[in-house]
């Protein structure tokens, strides 16, 4: 395979008639119109237009597979000009590998074929004045006439529980309407659709193009606390909403969310009609019916959805006056009846969006055609909730709008009641009252703060710091008139007065929560060792920080002394020292000690690392602003491993009449106060703080298995860039993902009490299978005492047991007296310690074999990384394939659905198979007839909400197939 390439990124062939040996195209020229004239009333010379240059390709007609082809456009020419530069690209056929594509020639390599392909290239030129020009010419890969051909064949198996939309974009696929309640898809239950909508005009080519499909209706038998799960495949470009209604057409509950998951729940047994509706946009989508995850009903989903009430925030560009916020209200207001309740004009506020003001043409504006559903609701509050929601997603898409979303009544959960909390808009922004209901930290956890020592007076550290000590050498710039001592108080320049940049660390950190006064800490629960190793300046020399460090990591230090308990994180929010080959073994040493060193990125808005920050075994940590944006002071690069607030004080888009900085402990006009501040520094103690409340939870986590969590996506919040990028790293710290992931690391660290496990919660026997397996295991001395079933047609069977009834079980249904329909029946599994449930689902009648409409196959050379050779299957095929005429030689095979007709298999949301799986593609040695590469091909779903590292091998990604 050719390095960097990917058998599941190229084109495949597309059948056109060969070119002749030279094509010569010409662009159109431009004319130009006179314009008025000046006050004299004579008019202006016409203006001369510039002509576009001139492409001419020379390529050979035809080339046989293995042979290097050369398409030659150096005798293209500008006439008035001169050429600056050439654009070659592949339009069609099996993916190839051009070189010298900003060349006036490029050459690629004929791929292996099993008979003539036609490939399709285009060639733009751009003159000096910017004028560009475009030829195209097509070139037929003949087969290699002396290599040995066989026939592959084989059968692709689809799961009887996987489902298809009726109404795809590939025209290959069976078509029959589903827009309605009358003519809703029959569907089994448990099972998982795929599907694809788009709006009139949206999407790509296909069936769907022009007219639109912006409703699926499904009918299927439900149960009661089943739920209904919407996976939105292309939700950054589109959005859409799932319904549920009653076998009357009520509407029971609905989600319309604008993220790439919607769910319902199922109030009672009974037929429902489910709706997949397409807010806007085109997109690709699973739906997964059946599932027992217990979801919230709109009511409650929705409760504190404050109706007829949106915050706007607006776009705003001097230099595009359709940018203009306050131009941009009054047109909201004209076409949809908007009214500002609050905020200046032209500026992010709440409005109204009163339903008593909606006429015809506002209603149609803001409900679009859904504005008849309203009706199907027949709760007054939940009407109104979705009319508001609906508004604010039509809202959102407005031009001029950046983004509008509910106004919530808010409760106290488990925030803290500091007065000056609200002003911390830095602590929802990482999703830290999450954690907070898990924890708010231990004090056996330390964080080593080294900085310019602290204010141990305030108010908000009383109880929260342990003994610490001074590292500063320098009396002059300790400012306390002596060198190192065991008095690690911050003396700022006397009175009072000073920056206090450790206090202001300190309390991000670990200031008292739930005191009444001041603020909180991200960690509060946790105790912070002052370590000060800056002046009064705020400057120190990296010898002294590095013995700061050591004292911290309970390594010999100047001090001659060593803490009573070393620290579990180290928190410098300092920088600014060049490389050194001692420091950079002395952050190995505390990383080896399991010891988490976190530190600022620096400040100066470059690239360049800078240190400590810069050190492998160091966490270092750019700045966001109150959007989630990189501050604009905050450094990027290379070295950046993870992002966290840090502010940025020259604003208040928080809107709260302060400027958005962080706002922690310290000290104003001689008194303890409360002050805001931006930098890297301010960011660095919200991830120090993040690691302590994990630390809290699971003691064990090391420094190494926290790196580990932070590189897998389990801290963080992915953004910038998909995956690590250079502003962000690996993403935005999200404090309740990462104590959550804290949780799920204890492992087997905590000793088990008695209890059973079940296998499965639910056992799905369709409409075909007669036995399945239960196993039941169980800890602690658990002792299975009985099993039990609610159901005549179902009985369980021990198998494979041990004395305590563990093991194995044989569960069996008997259709032969139940008429059509699906069933439920339940295990009772009863034991010393607890009991568990297992549902059993069974179908009669409903034997018929899975349906995914058109799958394409496609045999990929990896020598020659392209597409041999493909060939298309269907259910009335049995999905049995054949490809003839294959040359001898090593490939992978591979299968999928192409709902939206891109051209690409395997997209989110589409069927996808591999032999044998898509994890571990088998080579395929062809040297003989094949006839039984069979493999099975099924929907890829993932779950969104946590970043994944992506597979290691290239078939997660989607081929590209021929017309």
């Given at each position: 395979m050719t390095a960097g390439r990917s058998p599941l990124a190229h084109g495949r062939r597309r059948e056109c008639a060969p070119h002749r040996l030279t094509a010569l195209a010409f662009a159109a020229m431009l004319s130009a119109c006179g314009g008025g004239g000046g006050g004299s009333g004579a008019s202006a010379p016409a203006?001369?237009?510039?002509?576009?240059?001139?492409?001419?390709?020379?390529?050979?007609?035809?080339?046989?597979?293995?042979?290097?082809?050369?398409?030659?456009?150096?005798?293209?020419?500008?006439?008035?000009?001169?050429?600056?530069?050439?654009?070659?690209?592949?339009?069609?056929?099996?993916?190839?590998?051009?070189?010298?594509?900003?060349?006036?020639?490029?050459?690629?390599?004929?791929?292996?074929?099993?008979?003539?392909?036609?490939?399709?290239?285009?060639?733009?030129?751009?003159?000096?004045?910017?004028?560009?020009?475009?030829?195209?010419?097509?070139?037929?890969?003949?087969?290699?006439?002396?290599?040995?051909?066989?026939?592959?064949?084989?059968?692709?198996?689809?799961?009887?529980?996987?489902?298809?939309?009726?109404?795809?974009?590939?025209?290959?696929?069976?078509?029959?309407?589903?827009?309605?309640?009358?003519n809703a898809q029959p569907l089994p239950n448990p099972t998982t659709v795929g599907g694809y909508l788009n709006e009139p005009g949206s999407g790509t080519e296909g069936r769907s193009l022009v007219a639109g499909d912006v409703e699926d209706f499904y009918r299927v038998n439900l149960f009661q606390d089943q739920s209904i799960t919407l996976l939105v495949a292309n939700a950054a470009s589109a959005d859409a909403d799932l319904y549920l209604y009653d076998a009357s057409g009520n509407l029971v509950d609905f989600s319309i969310d604008t993220a790439e998951l919607e769910s319902v729940s199922v109030p009672a047994d009974g037929v429902y009609f489910v709706n997949v509706s397409l807010f806007a946009g085109a997109t690709l989508y699973n739906l997964a019916i059946g599932s027992g995850v217990p979801v919230l009903?709109?009511?409650?989903?929705?409760?504190?959805?404050?109706?007829?009430?949106?915050?706007?925030?607006?776009?705003?560009?001097?230099?595009?006056?359709?940018?203009?916020?306050?131009?941009?209200?009054?047109?909201?207001?004209?076409?949809?009846?908007?009214?500002?309740?609050?905020?200046?004009?032209?500026?992010?506020?709440?409005?109204?969006?009163?339903?008593?003001?909606?006429?015809?043409?506002?209603?149609?504006?803001?409900?679009?055609?859904?504005?008849?559903?309203?009706?199907?609701?027949?709760?007054?509050?939940?009407?109104d909730v979705w009319r508001t929601l609906v508004s604010i997603k039509r809202l959102a898409r407005e031009p001029g709008v950046a983004a509008a979303e509910p106004n919530y009544r808010v409760s106290v959960r488990a925030t803290p009641n500091d007065e000056a909390y609200p002003l911390q808009w830095h602590y929802p922004l990482i999703n830290l009252p999450a954690a907070w209901r898990i924890t708010n930290g231990s004090p056996e956890v330390i964080v080593a703060v080294v900085d310019t020592g602290i204010l141990s007076g305030h108010p908000d550290l009383a109880g929260q710091l342990v003994p610490g000590y001074d590292f500063i050498r320098d009396p002059e710039s300790a400012g306390d008139g002596d060198g190192i001592d065991p008095d690690p108080e911050d003396v700022g320049t006397g009175n009072l007065s000073g920056n206090f940049h450790g206090t202001h660390v300190t309390g991000t950190v670990a200031a008292a929560g739930n005191n009444r006064i001041g603020v909180a800490g991200a960690a509060w629960g946790?105790?912070?060792?002052?370590?000060?190793?800056?002046?009064?300046?705020?400057?120190?020399?990296?010898?002294?920080?590095?013995?700061?460090?050591?004292?911290?990591?309970?390594?010999?230090?100047?001090?001659?002394?060593?803490?009573?308990?070393?620290?579990?994180?180290?928190?410098?929010?300092?920088?600014?020292?060049?490389?050194?080959?001692?420091?950079?073994?002395?952050?190995?040493?505390?990383?080896?000690?399991?010891?988490?060193?976190?530190?600022?990125?620096?400040?100066?808005?470059?690239?360049?690392?800078?240190?400590p920050a810069g050190y492998a075994d160091v966490f270092s940590v750019s700045a966001i602003d109150a959007q989630r944006n990189v501050a604009p002071y905050s450094n990027r690069g290379s070295s950046i491993d993870l992002a966290a607030p840090g502010g940025d004080s020259g604003n208040d888009v928080t809107g709260d009449g302060y400027p958005d900085g962080v706002l922690s402990t310290g000290a104003a006009d001689g008194g303890f106060a409360y002050t805001f501040a931006s930098g890297t520094s301010m960011a660095a103690p919200h991830v120090s703080a993040v690691l302590a409340l994990m630390k809290s939870v699971n003691p064990g986590l090391s420094a190494d298995n926290l790196a580990s969590?932070?590189?897998?996506?389990?801290?963080?919040?992915?953004?910038?860039?998909?995956?690590?990028?250079?502003?962000?790293?690996?993403?935005?710290?999200?404090?309740?993902?990462?104590?959550?992931?804290?949780?799920?690391?204890?492992?087997?660290?905590?000793?088990?009490?008695?209890?059973?496990?079940?296998?499965?919660?639910?056992?799905?026997?369709?409409?075909?299978?007669?036995?399945?397996?239960?196993?039941?295991?169980?800890?602690?001395?658990?002792?299975?005492?009985?099993?039990?079933?609610?159901?005549?047609?179902?009985?369980?069977?021990?198998?494979?047991?041990?004395?305590?009834?563990?093991?194995?079980?044989?569960?069996?249904?008997?259709?032969?007296?139940?008429?059509?329909?699906?069933?439920?029946?339940?295990?009772?599994?009863?034991?010393?310690?607890?009991?568990?449930?297992?549902k059993v689902l069974l179908a009669v009648g409903s034997g018929e074999d899975a349906e995914l409409g058109t799958l394409y196959v496609l045999l990929y050379d990896p020598a020659a990384d392209s597409v041999t050779a493909q060939t298309a299957t269907r259910s009335s095929d049995g999905y049995r394939f054949r490809i003839p005429r294959v040359p001898a030689g090593d490939y992978l095979l591979f299968a999928g659905t192409d709902l939206n007709n891109n051209l690409r298999i395997c997209d989110a949301g589409e069927a996808c198979g591999a032999l044998l799986t898509l994890d571990q593609p088998l080579r395929l040695r062809v040297d003989r007839d094949i006839d039984d590469a069979d493999f099975p091909v099924e929907y890829q779903i993932a779950i969104p909400g946590r970043q994944s590292v992506a597979p290691a091998s290239s078939a997660a990604r989607a081929l590209r197939r021929a017309r």
């Open positions: 203006a001369v237009a510039n002509l576009s240059p001139r492409v001419l390709i020379e390529a050979p007609e035809s080339a046989n597979s293995g042979e290097t082809v050369t398409l030659d456009g150096g005798a293209s020419s500008d006439p008035d000009g001169s050429i600056r530069s050439y654009a070659w690209s592949q339009t069609s056929g099996t993916a190839v590998v051009l070189s010298g594509s900003t060349q006036p020639s490029a050459s690629f390599t004929a791929p292996a074929v099993s008979e003539p392909t036609s490939l399709a290239f285009s060639l733009t030129v751009t003159d000096n004045d910017g004028a560009a020009g475009t030829g195209s010419v097509s070139v037929s890969v003949q087969p290699s006439a002396d290599t040995p051909r066989f026939t592959v064949s084989g059968r692709l198996g689809a799961s009887v529980s996987q489902s298809l939309d009726l109404t795809t974009n590939d025209p290959l696929n069976a078509n029959a309407a589903n827009d309605s309640f009358d009903p709109a009511a409650q989903r929705y409760a504190n959805v404050l109706p007829d009430q949106a915050i706007i925030h607006y776009q705003a560009d001097d230099a595009d006056p359709a940018l203009d916020p306050e131009a941009t209200e009054t047109r909201l207001s004209d076409r949809l009846a908007t009214r500002r309740i609050a905020g200046g004009r032209g500026r992010d506020g709440l409005f109204s969006l009163p339903a008593a003001s909606l006429d015809a043409a506002s209603a149609r504006s803001r409900l679009g055609r859904l504005r008849e559903r309203r009706r199907a609701i027949a709760d007054d509050n939940l009407r946790v105790r912070v060792m002052p370590l000060r190793a800056l002046g009064t300046d705020g400057a120190g020399t990296s010898y002294d920080i590095g013995q700061a460090v050591r004292f911290a990591a309970g390594l010999a230090n100047d001090s001659g002394t060593l803490p009573a308990q070393r620290a579990d994180i180290i928190n410098l929010s300092l920088g600014g020292e060049g490389f050194s080959q001692f420091n950079r073994e002395l952050y190995r040493e505390v990383r080896r000690r399991g010891i988490s060193v976190v530190a600022a990125a620096g400040n100066e808005s470059r690239s360049e690392p800078d240190y969590l932070l590189a897998a996506g389990e801290l963080t919040d992915d953004a910038g860039d998909p995956g690590r990028d250079d502003d962000f790293g690996i993403g935005i710290i999200n404090a309740g993902k990462a104590v959550d992931a804290a949780v799920a690391a204890l492992g087997d660290s905590i000793a088990q009490a008695p209890s059973i496990s079940v296998s499965s919660d639910v056992l799905n026997f369709g409409g075909r299978a007669e036995t399945l397996q239960l196993v039941v295991a169980g800890t602690g001395n658990a002792r299975v005492t009985s099993l039990a079933t609610n159901a005549d047609w179902l009985t369980v069977h021990a198998q494979t047991t041990d004395g305590d009834g563990l093991g194995r079980y044989q569960v069996r249904v008997n259709r032969s007296a139940l008429e059509d329909g699906i069933y439920r029946g339940e295990i009772l599994v009863r034991s010393t310690a607890n009991t568990r449930r297992v």
